[in-house]
């Protein structure tokens, strides 16, 4: 068996910093600021893609509690928030992201008529990035 690395980005939906202006809450971006996750998962399990993405929905919403709960923000947004795959996906977003490609092998990829086609940018930096894959390919 072997553990793959998934990543979830875990996101607020707009309508709970809606709600936390609504209630006049202010500077919480500690608390509902997207949460990028690792988790390594294996190749042979009986667990498929949906037992992960709930385990991980579910393990946000603990974290959360563990994390803020009893702060006067926390309990203003959220109150008594079931630790349910309901409350999750009424508040957030969960994206599942698999073996991830690296930038460098993406590059590699690419064709030359791909490379030659890009078009300037008027950012010095990432012109510059355009100049050299084009030397590369």
Sequence with gaps: ??????????RPKPTVPARAAALGLRDIEWLVE?????????????????DHLVQMKLLFLAWLGSEYGGQPEYE???GALPLSVESLDQGWLVERFYFPEPVSEIEKALSPEAVQALRETGHPNVDGWISELRQRK
């Design 1 to 10: 068996m072997m553990l793959h690395e998934a990543f979830y980005l875990i």
């Design 34 to 50: 997207p949460q990028l996750w690792r988790k390594g998962e294996p190749d042979r399990s009986s667990w498929n893609r949906e």
């Design 76 to 78: 203003q947004l959220f």
